[in-house]
């Protein structure tokens, strides 16, 4: 029902006589014959709530109509049940249901329409991997060359604010990860490694029926200032910090939570002088986040702070450029996906917040070795990201559970 209404909504952003045209993915392979687990394309899925791979919706005002992979008695015994063509109707509420190569074969005849095409040229593996077996790959050229109108930005405005049931997936998803990151607090000591530490997530996540959102970043001493550090396999040394990104998904909803806290329980007092700054960066970051405030508001409060703090340690000089120290924004929207759809930007100005949106708020300050800078700062990487809603009155900080002020987490750890 919600699909529907989602489906009808998109309908009246757009103009009468419009075809929309949306797709999934196909499954991607590993290796061999090994695939990875399939997560649907997030559109597709907000639009139809149908989980299968290899699948095209095309709906307009008068007709929904789904194509799908044909059931199959082989491929079932191997891979699981396929919902099929006949099922669909009653199960998807599509007028009709087609075997997806009929899409393909028919491609000339959707497009020849007097109607306007919404869609968008293919990110989705669903029009590779099916039209190059049914070598229909000239017409899908046609397709992308004719009439099309592009479809992303009007469903982007609608995933960027969620409604309430959207929300509590998300608070479910916060709540879950910042779980697994209070665990993470309590089992850290040194001796052990970053994969122990990672275990932990994998578990409370999967024990949940969720999984990780995006793969988790157990970053211990200077591996934290690799800001896309996956290895995840050094020992943890006493005396290190460790910074800790992960989140999870619940009914395809993500969180993403970031932690740094010391392997041994204790901050010692260059750690605390850096920690304290990204906190504040980050709280006064969060306070500034309500409906009519500019979306940017959060990052220039998080670098104004950050640079401001670094050059009182000395770290940074008075004209030095902040990006050596912050290279990245301050946060980025929430959703279906980690890096959720929604442009920041309307008319080359940022746009405004509302209630209902999802932002995530993530300074952090990474220290490479360096000889002007103090050796006691050198290989200290801190991030601390929260998950924050707009609300009618300010915001809510739906990861809120996983304590980030010094104090807490050193009690916890104690
Ligand atoms: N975990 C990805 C990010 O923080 O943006
Ligand atoms: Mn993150
Ligand atoms: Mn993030």
Same mark, same amino acid.
């Given at each position: 029902?919600?699909?529907?209404?989602?489906r009808?909504?998109?309908?009246?952003?757009?103009p009468?006589d419009?075809?929309?045209?949306?797709?999934?993915?196909?499954?991607?392979?590993?290796?061999?014959d090994?695939?990875?687990?399939?997560?649907?394309?997030?559109?597709?899925?907000?639009?139809?709530?149908?989980?299968?791979?290899?699948?095209?919706?095309?709906?307009s005002?008068?007709?929904?109509?789904?194509y799908l992979?044909?059931?199959?008695?082989?491929k079932?015994?191997?891979?699981?049940?396929?919902?099929?063509?006949?099922l669909?109707?009653?199960?998807?509420?599509?007028?009709k &249901?087609f075997?997806? %190569?009929?899409? $393909?074969? /028919?491609?000339? #005849?959707?497009?020849?329409?007097d109607s +306007? =095409?919404?869609?968008?040229?293919?990110g989705?593996?669903?029009?590779?991997?099916?039209?190059?077996?049914?070598?229909?790959n000239h017409k899908?050229d046609?397709?992308?060359?004719?009439?099309?109108?592009?479809?992303?930005?009007?469903?982007?405005?609608?995933r960027?604010?969620?409604?309430?049931?959207?929300i509590?997936?998300?608070q479910?998803?916060a709540?879950?990860?910042?779980?697994a990151?209070?665990?993470?607090?309590?089992s850290?000591?040194?001796?052990?490694y970053?994969?122990?530490? &990672?275990?932990?997530? %994998?578990?409370m $996540?999967? /024990?949940?029926? #969720?999984?990780?959102?995006?793969?988790? +970043? =157990?970053?211990?001493g200077?591996n934290a200032?690799?800001?896309?550090?996956?290895?995840?396999?050094?020992?943890?040394?006493?005396?290190?910090?460790?910074?800790?990104?992960?989140g999870?998904?619940?009914?395809?909803?993500a969180?993403?939570?970031?932690?740094?806290?010391?392997?041994?329980?204790?901050?010692?007092?260059?750690?605390r002088?850096?920690?304290?700054?990204?906190?504040?960066?980050?709280?006064s970051a969060?306070?500034?986040?309500?409906?009519?405030?500019?979306?940017?508001?959060?990052?220039?409060?998080?670098c104004?702070?950050?640079? /401001?703090?670094?050059?009182?340690l000395g770290?940074?000089?008075?004209?030095?450029e902040?990006?050596?120290?912050?290279?990245?924004n301050?946060?980025?929207?929430l959703?279906?996906?980690?890096?959720?759809?929604g442009s920041k930007?309307?008319?080359?100005?940022?746009?405004?917040?509302?209630?209902g949106?999802?932002?995530?708020?993530?300074?952090?300050?990474?220290?490479?070795?360096?000889?002007?800078?103090?050796?006691?700062y050198?290989?200290?990487?801190i991030?601390?990201?929260?998950?924050?809603l707009?609300?009618?009155?300010?915001?809510?900080?739906?990861?809120?559970?996983?304590?980030?002020?010094?104090?807490?987490?050193?009690?916890?750890m104690?």
């Amino acid at each position: 029902m919600i699909h529907q209404k989602r489906r009808q909504e998109l309908l009246s952003r757009l103009p009468e006589d419009a075809v929309v045209i949306v797709s999934t993915n196909s499954e991607q392979k590993r290796n061999s014959d090994v695939s990875y687990p399939f997560r649907p394309d997030s559109n597709f899925w907000y639009l139809t709530g149908f989980e299968e791979p290899d699948a095209i919706a095309v709906f307009s005002k008068n007709n929904y109509t789904m194509y799908l992979r044909p059931k199959d008695q082989t491929k079932e015994i191997w891979n699981g049940v396929r919902l099929g063509v006949d099922l669909a109707p009653k199960t998807l509420l599509v007028d009709k &249901a087609f075997d997806i %190569d009929v899409f $393909f074969e /028919n491609i000339d #005849s959707l497009i020849k329409k007097d109607s +306007i =095409v919404y869609f968008d040229a293919p990110g989705n593996s669903v029009w590779k991997d099916n039209s190059s077996t049914n070598a229909h790959n000239h017409k899908i050229d046609s397709l992308y060359e004719s009439v099309l109108q592009p479809l992303n930005p009007h469903i982007s405005e609608m995933r960027l604010i969620k409604d309430k049931n959207e929300i509590q997936s998300m608070q479910e998803a916060a709540d879950l990860a910042a779980k697994a990151h209070l665990n993470a607090m309590k089992s850290s000591r040194p001796g052990l490694y970053e994969h122990n530490i &990672a275990s932990g997530f %994998d578990s409370m $996540f999967r /024990n949940e029926n #969720s999984e990780h959102a995006y793969p988790p +970043i =157990v970053a211990s001493g200077e591996n934290a200032c690799v800001l896309h550090y996956t290895e995840n396999n050094k020992e943890l040394k006493d005396g290190d910090l460790i910074l800790i990104d992960a989140g999870c998904e619940i009914n395809g909803y993500a969180s993403d939570i970031t932690r740094t806290f010391p392997i041994n329980g204790k901050f010692n007092v260059a750690q605390r002088e850096i920690y304290n700054i990204v906190l504040e960066a980050q709280k006064s970051a969060i306070a500034s986040i309500k409906p009519g405030a500019s979306s940017n508001r959060p990052h220039e409060i998080a670098c104004e702070i950050i640079k /401001n703090g670094l050059i009182k340690l000395g770290i940074m000089g008075s004209h030095g450029e902040l990006t050596k120290f912050y290279m990245h924004n301050t946060g980025h929207w929430l959703g279906l996906d980690v890096h959720d759809v929604g442009s920041k930007l309307i008319d080359d100005n940022f746009r405004e917040f509302k209630s209902g949106m999802v932002t995530t708020v993530e300074p952090g300050i990474y220290i490479r070795k360096d000889d002007k800078i103090e050796s006691k700062y050198w290989g200290i990487g801190i991030r601390i990201e929260d998950d924050v809603l707009v609300t009618e009155s300010g915001n809510h900080i739906l990861s809120e559970k996983a304590v980030k002020d010094i104090d807490a987490i050193e009690n916890l750890m104690s």
